[in-house]
């Protein structure tokens, strides 16, 4: 079982930066891969950004493609999601999940999840 923990959410500014953390712990399969997924209130869990562990191949969502990055320390069973140009419609409890490599990410489709950390962004 694979526990992940997400961290480094909080209140910023449109146009500011944030860099969200996820944590992995106990059993991981080989080549697996960290996706970040974001719910707005009211609103679907939708995909952000994924990488596989070995960092050789990312994705994003064309809502955040150019602003933000994903990238992974394996050493530390660490991804990061470096966010930059926020905006307000990135309001949203961010979670991140594993699961093997997939060419479309869909929430329902995937069963490992943190608990989520907020990002807050005003006007």
């Known amino acids: 079982q694979v526990q992940l923990v997400e961290s480094g959410g909080g209140l910023v500014q449109a146009g500011d930066s944030l860099r969200l953390t996820c944590a992995a712990s106990?059993?991981?399969?080989?080549?697996?891969?960290t996706a970040w997924f974001r719910q707005a209130p009211g609103k679907d869990r939708d995909f952000v950004a994924a990488i596989r562990r070995s960092g050789k191949m990312t994705t994003y969502s064309d809502s955040v493609k150019g602003r933000f990055t994903v990238s992974t320390d394996n050493a530390k069973n660490t991804v990061y999601l470096q966010m930059n140009s926020l905006k307000p419609e990135d309001t949203a409890v961010y979670y991140c999940?594993?699961?093997?490599?997939?060419?479309?990410?869909?929430?329902?489709?995937?069963?490992?999840w943190g608990k989520g950390t907020l990002v807050t962004v005003s006007s």
């Open positions: 999940a594993v699961d093997f490599w997939r060419s479309e990410w869909r929430a329902r489709a995937i069963t490992c």
């Open positions: 106990g059993r991981t399969f080989t080549d697996y891969a």
